[in-house]
């Protein structure tokens, strides 16, 4: 079966290499918020064929960052993530998803992000994300090494 990416979806490269395994992912920044998108592939699905949860959960997380990064200009480290799973997506289909920032404070990111294939929404997420300032970015990289 041919997939049609939806118009306006463009690939999205550049993620980390988590993130670049399980897609590929597409985005549509012609939209307010972005668009996200991918087609739930075999590899996506559990034992009975649908989605994975922690599939959906990351999908969202990482629409959730590009948000946070989006309206603050700096990255953000996932703190809390809480799920709400309200329809299964079965292999083939097309996921779409947007996140928006609700509030910030210090450098506190709150935010929220809906899944869905079509009209039926499948997964609602609310999260909090930490802000990484520079020196917390060179310790970590530090740490790498």
């Known amino acids: ?14 993620r980390g290499p ?6 590929p ?16 592939l075999d590899r996506h699905c559990n034992g009975a064929q649908i ?8 999908f969202a997380d990482g629409i ?24 299964a997506v079965r292999t083939g289909e097309w996921l779409e998803g947007y996140a928006k920032v609700n509030s910030t404070k210090d450098d506190f990111v709150f935010c ?3 899944l869905y294939v079509g009209n039926r929404d499948v997964l609602l997420v609310n999260s909090i994300f930490k802000l990484r300032t520079n020196k917390e970015q060179k310790k970590i990289i530090k740490k790498r090494r």
């Not at 988590?18 to 897609?23: A, I, K, M, Q």
Request: charged content about 15%; overall charge negative; glycine content about 12%.
């Open 64 to 87: 959730c960052g590009h948000a946070v990064y989006k309206e603050t200009r700096t990255a953000g480290v996932t703190i809390k993530l809480n799920s709400e799973f309200l329809s």
């Open 112 to 114: 929220e992000s809906k």
């Open 51 to 58: 989605a994975h949860g922690g599939m959906l959960m990351s």
């Open 1 to 14: 079966m041919e997939r049609v990416v939806p118009e306006g979806f463009i690939l999205n490269e550049g």
């Open 18 to 23: 988590y993130t670049t395994h399980n897609g």
């Open 25 to 40: 992912f597409y985005i549509n920044t012609s939209n307010d918020p972005w668009l996200h998108g991918t087609f739930i």
